[in-house]
């Protein structure tokens, strides 16, 4: 259950990123309400809130999803692997969609999460970001200026 929570505030995390102007005053005024034993329940509520975050919403958790899929899988663990490997003409098609244009920098952004979560875990992260007044620009300020720090320093 842990790392499907971590998945959800990541992805809700990342669609706060990807808003472009700060929240609508009722939506904002719904996440300074969340207090410190949210749920998933309680971010997929103000996911829904505002259709321009649940869009971003559920096109970062897909792709962390997908993502989180495609790392899990290995050959070893497929049926006839090798049978598989050396046959070329099968008709099946991998039904997980590769476009997401609109994240390109979601592994970067990810590795920044990450590397400000620690150690307090991303609830206690995701709940600074929604205690703030602007959710949106906190997000900014605190992932994407490391990211441009980071960029500056290599």
């Not at 842990?2 to 706060?16: C, P, S, W």
């Not at 992260?125 to 290599?154: C, M, N």
Request: negative net charge; contains cysteine; glycine residues 4%.
């Amino acid at each position: 259950m842990n790392d499907t929570q971590d998945e959800i505030f990541k992805a809700f995390i990342v669609a706060l990123l990807q808003q472009t102007e700060p929240l609508p005053a009722a939506v904002q005024s719904e996440c300074n309400k969340i207090g410190e034993n949210f749920t998933i329940i309680d971010i997929e509520r103000l996911a829904k809130s505002h259709p321009p975050l649940l869009v971003a919403y559920n096109e970062a958790d897909g792709w962390l999803v997908n993502h989180s899929s495609q790392r899990s899988k290995g050959l070893d663990f497929v049926p006839n692997a090798e049978f598989e490997n050396n046959n070329t003409t099968t008709t099946e098609t991998d039904n997980t969609s590769s476009d997401i244009s609109d994240l390109t920098n979601l592994p970067e952004i990810l590795k920044k999460i990450e590397a400000k979560v620690q150690p307090r875990g991303f609830r206690e992260f995701l709940r600074k970001l929604l205690q703030a007044k602007d959710s949106v620009q906190a997000s900014r300020d605190t992932i994407l200026l490391s990211i441009a720090d980071g960029l500056a320093h290599e």
